[in-house]
Structures are given as structure tokens and as C-alpha cells.
């Protein structure tokens, strides 16, 4: 057993690949990805900004579920802005990240939208109340956009011949039997 060359190969640690400053990384967001991210970012947080400066209301029910929401719609794009920026995306998978994220992108973008309007109905006319609801209705547009360019994308991808399961074809040699019998 003194023949150290037969294991050297895989004894040896790999070389691990360099790390990114801070394990930060925007490869996974380009293009529109990047600015529909980085818009439901901002303008989710300008909205929750202009909330926050409402003085008095008259009717707050509406200004407390704009807040819930813009606050939770500020922080979970935050989350998923950081899943795509981390090794979490990796340690998680594509495929994990991508249906969940569209699903919370989704509802994030309708109760955006329907706090906008409870807002706009609700408020008393004030210029934070009024910035606060646009903010909502931009943020939410941005939510929706997002999810509405995901789904035509996936839509055009399934068309174009490139199915997720695309199914069991008999012709592939893959699935005729091993022992062929004549």
C-alpha cells in the first residue's frame, strides 16, 4: 500500500474557485431583469418613504394596509435581489428560485395594486397620501410588467419547441430494448 500515485488524484483538494468581493454578482441580472429589479426596489421603498410622512388620516385603515404592503413589497424584493445576487441562487437552484420568485413577484404586483386603490379611495387628499399612491401604482406596474414579460418568455419558449417535458418519443435509441429480438 506504499503506492501513493494510485490515490493522489483524489486525495488531493480541489482548488476552490476565487471568491467575488463580498459573494456579490450581477450576472444573473441583465438587461431588463436588472432595471425591473432595481425599479420594484426603489419605488416600493419611495412608496413606503412617502407613507411614512403622512401626518394625520382620516380614514387609516386604508393608509395601514398601504403600509403593510409596501413595507413587505420593499423587503421581499429586497430578499429575491439578493437570492440573484449571492451563491444562494446556486445552493437553492435555477428552477426553485425562478417558480418562486414568479409566484411572489405575482402577488406582491396584485396586493400592491390593490393597496394603491384602497389608498387612493381612502385618502384624505394629501400631497404624501397622493406621492404615496403613485409610488404604489408605479411600483405595482413594475411588479406586474415583471411578471406579465416572465410569462409571454416562458409561453414563447414552450412554443418554439422547447418544452419542459417534452415527453417519451419511441424513435430515440434511448428507449428501444436492449436484447433485440428478430
Known amino acids: 500500500m506504499e503506492n501513493g500515485g494510485v490515490y493522489n488524484s483524489t486525495t488531493e483538494p480541489q482548488a476552490k474557485s476565487p471568491r ?8 444573473r441580472l441583465r438587461g ?8 420594484q426596489v426603489i419605488l416600493s421603498l419611495l412608496a413606503l418613504i412617502c407613507e ?3 401626518e ?3 380614514k387609516c385603515g386604508g393608509l395601514y394596509f398601504f403600509e403593510f404592503t409596501s413595507c413587505s413589497a420593499f423587503l421581499l424584493s429586497l430578499l429575491i ?5 449571492t451563491d444562494v441562487y446556486e445552493t437553492l437552484g435555477e428552477d426553485k428560485i425562478k417558480i418562486v ?7 406582491i404586483g396584485v396586493f400592491f395594486l390593490l393597496a394603491s386603490i384602497v389608498l387612493a379611495v ?6 404624501a397620501e397622493t406621492a404615496a399612491c403613485v409610488f404604489g401604482f408605479l411600483a405595482s406596474v413594475a411588479f406586474l410588467a415583471e411578471v406579465t414579460i416572465e410569462f409571454f418568455h416562458s409561453q414563447k419558449q414552450n412554443v418554439n419547441g422547447h418544452s419542459e417535458n ?5 424513435s430515440v435509441t434511448e428507449n428501444q430494448p436492449l436484447n433485440k429480438q428478430s
Open 52 to 54: 411614512e410622512i403622512v
Open 20 to 27: 467575488r468581493p463580498f459573494g456579490c454578482t450581477l450576472r
Open 122 to 127: 381612502t385618502s384624505s387628499g394629501s400631497v
Open 32 to 39: 431588463w431583469r436588472l432595471l425591473s429589479k432595481a425599479l
Open 56 to 58: 394625520d388620516c382620516v
Open 101 to 107: 420568485k414568479f409566484w411572489t413577484v405575482a402577488v
Open 166 to 170: 417534452p415527453g417519451n418519443t419511441q
Open 81 to 85: 435581489l439578493c437570492v440573484y445576487c
